[in-house]
Nanobody, 128 residues
Framework: AVSVEESGGGSVQAGGSLRLSCTVS????????VAWFRQAPGKEREGVAS??????????FYRDSAKGRFSISRDNAENIVYLQMSSLKPEDSATYFC???????????????????WGQGTQVSVSE
């Protein structure tokens, strides 16, 4: 079984920072590709960033909206993937979802991939 759980959302003023956490719990399933998505009210879900990891090696991928402001990382010991968000803008307000899957090719770990396991989401609100 695989479970995905997000935490760390909240309210912050523009220019502030938040760190989201995604805990991936598995039974003998190597969820080596984990990604963050977001969905604002009335808008389609969009990818934010993804991370492929294998032991001590990791390979991040960022969508344009996240480049330079967000950073994705993984604590392998705790099986937690973090999304550090800084210089937040009101347009970053959304429900943020974490998703996980297993992939054989590192380069395929992007937010365009089909992910099998999803969390329930955590809310991020950025005010002016």
């Amino acid at each position: 079984a695989v479970s995905v759980e997000e935490s760390g959302g909240g309210s912050v003023q523009a220019g502030g920072s938040l760190r989201l956490s995604c805990t991936v719990s598995t039974d003998n399933y190597n969820a080596n590709c984990v990604a963050w998505f977001r969905q604002a009210p009335g808008k389609e879900r969009e990818g934010v960033a993804s991370l492929w990891s294998d032991g001590g090696t990791s390979w991040p991928f960022y969508r344009d909206s996240a480049k330079g402001r967000f950073s994705i990382s993984r604590d392998n010991a705790e099986n937690i993937v973090y999304l550090q968000m800084s210089s937040l803008k009101p347009e970053d307000s959304a429900t943020y979802f974490c998703a996980a899957t297993k992939i054989n090719v590192r380069a395929g770990c992007t937010t365009g991939l089909h992910f099998f396991y999803w969390g329930q989401g955590t809310q991020v609100s950025v005010s002016e």
